[in-house]
């Protein structure tokens, strides 16, 4: 096996060099979307928040109706042993998945009693420090839990994400800040959002409608112990014309600045500067 190789699949038990096929035309994932994955980063030897991001995509299988069959330590195992093909520096995506392979009856529901696994390591650049993005508005809307699973990392979601994120490119902008159900801000095609003013931090309220992410949270709490006010509230589009600083949070580039939104440009400020900071400070030590 390769040392190297910019992809390795984890399938049936072992590790495949390159981009294994896994799912077959007639499992319930290839042609009902019952397919779930969480994402997670590698680089230069760390891997911040692995383990939250194993116990994710179980949960995310639990609410599509699948079984998840293999547990969030051992999935921590089979990730590291799997590390260990790429060079330490390489900088790698992390994608657990799990897909439905019966269905009961109806053929509708997935069934329990088989589901497919896989894990792929895939060596994906992160973006650089001077990268940025711009942010226009959006006919799509986030969904609720109610019309769609929202609770999960499913990829059912993922086709009104490319509707957002291709209707802001064709306006010439680099991505989309979306409303949820009640027109407030929900996170942006991608990625969650946050924005300051005053010098405080402010980011939408996990309301239901957006998948609250994990290096969400971490940045929260970051913020929080460097002395930051950090406010999970309801924020409309008007408090983003008037925000000092604008940044995103995901899990592939961590944090990314925001120069503007629509007519209103914004500098990438200390804030930001510090949230990328803090971060990889916290992930030197814990990841």
């Known amino acids: 096996m390769a040392v190297g190789s910019t992809i390795k699949t984890y399938f049936d038990g ?10 077959r035309a007639a499992d319930h994932g290839a042609w009902l979307g019952s397919t779930v994955f969480d994402g997670a980063r590698a680089v230069d030897g760390l891997v911040p928040d692995l383990d939250l991001h194993c116990a994710r995509v179980n949960r995310s299988a639990q609410a599509l109706m699948l079984n998840p069959t293999v547990g969030s330590a051992e999935m921590v195992e089979i990730v ?33 009693e088989e589901t497919g696994f896989a894990i792929c390591l895939e060596e994906i650049p992160f973006a650089p420090e001077t990268a940025s993005t711009t942010l226009c508005r959006t006919s799509f809307r986030r969904p609720v839990l109610e019309s769609a699973v ?52 402010f980011t939408p309220i996990a309301n239901g409608t957006f998948l609250a992410g994990i290096t969400r949270a971490r940045h929260i709490s970051n913020l929080a112990a460097d002395g930051y006010k950090v406010h999970e509230t309801v924020l409309s589009f008007d408090d983003f014309h008037e925000a000092d600083e604008v940044f995103l949070s995901g899990n592939m580039s961590k944090v990314t ?19 990328r900071a803090l971060y990889w400070d916290w992930a030197a030590s814990h990841g």
């Open 14 to 23: 072992t590790w495949h060099d390159g981009d294994a096929p896994v799912i």
């Open 150 to 201: 929202v609770n999960a990392k499913a990829g059912c979601l993922y086709p009104n994400n490319a509707r957002m994120l291709s209707q802001a490119r064709a306006k010439g902008f680099g991505n989309a800040l979306v409303a949820d159900a009640m027109g407030n801000v929900a996170e942006t095609a991608t990625a969650n959002v946050f924005m300051v003013k005053d010098g405080e931090v």
């Open 257 to 275: 600045p925001v120069t503007a939104f629509e007519d209103t440009s914004y500098q990438v400020g200390p804030v930001t500067q510090r949230v």
């Open 80 to 112: 590291h042993e799997g590390l260990k093909r790429f060079p330490k520096e390489a900088p790698v995506y992390i994608r657990p998945m799990y897909w439905g392979i019966g269905g009961d009856v109806t053929a509708i529901v997935p069934s329990r």
